[in-house]
């Protein structure tokens, strides 16, 4: 800690408890020092001490336990929402971490009103149904539902454990529009299990329309996401 610093005391601690995430000295679970033990082992205030820890529980490094201790929050993948479309895996990579996908079900379904609107499809045409676990560094993050129209049955030929959006590209559907509603439901059985939580837990409920460049519906889809591992930032 360089007390000469024109850097206030708090950020200076705020970016060494950081650092020694990044350096895997800390990891995700583990329980920090109390207040008086980072005062005590950098010589500093107990004020100090506190508004570090502020700041790191307000940018979601740290979770504070009421009556337990203050820990290192694990790690969630941070999807940015502005004028770009991005992939699951794509979003990933980014954030520095290892995607990969469990295939649930796929096939021919019949849909419901809703569903066949969204894809511009007859309500008595059959659609393709793709569900798909996420995970990142083979964590459970979400569930992903995906229905498409029979033009995009080539998909069915394809490795559906990697990127559609590599495949959709590959065969000349670049996704460039996106229409987003978010809502909150609740964890069923069969969706905890997947997830890794408990049954009735909140989820964020993302329902997506995205269509090509010109302006053709690729396909719709829902995402089933645990809010513990997922941070969403909307650019207006």
């Known amino acids: ?3 000469n610093s024109m850097v206030p005391l708090y950020q200076q601690l705020s970016e060494e408890i950081k650092q020694q995430m990044v350096d895997g000295k800390l990891r995700a679970g583990d329980k920090l020092m109390t207040e008086a033990e980072f005062s005590q ?6 004020i100090t001490v506190r508004k570090a820890i502020e700041l790191l529980v307000d940018d979601g ?19 940015i929402m502005k004028d770009q479309i991005l992939s699951f895996t794509e979003m990933s990579k980014l954030d520095g971490q290892t995607p990969s996908s469990e295939l649930i079900s796929v096939g021919w ?9 969204r894809l511009h499809v007859d309500e008595n045409e059959k ?17 992903e539902e995906n229905y498409y129209s029979k033009k995009m049955g080539f998909l069915l030929e394809e490795n559906l454990l990697g990127s559609t959006y590599e495949i959709f590209r590959k065969h000349n559907f670049i996704p460039t529009h996106s229409m987003k509603t978010v809502e909150i439901c609740y964890a069923t059985e069969e969706e905890a299990r997947f997830l890794g939580i408990e049954a009735k837990q909140a989820l964020l409920l993302q329902k997506d329309e995205v269509r090509d460049q010109n302006g053709d519906t690729i396909h719709y889809c829902k995402l089933l996401t645990n809010p513990q591992k997922y941070l969403l930032t909307i650019i207006i």
């Open 1 to 3: 800690m360089n007390k």
């Open 41 to 46: 082992h950098f010589e500093v205030s107990r």
């Open 61 to 79: 490094y740290i979770i504070r336990k009421q009556g337990i201790g203050t820990f290192v929050a694990e790690k969630k993948l941070h999807r």
């Open 109 to 117: 379904i019949m849909p419901d009103g809703s569903t066949a609107r």
């Open 127 to 143: 659609v393709l149904k793709i569900v798909r676990l996420r995970k990142n560094d083979d964590i459970p993050v979400m569930i």
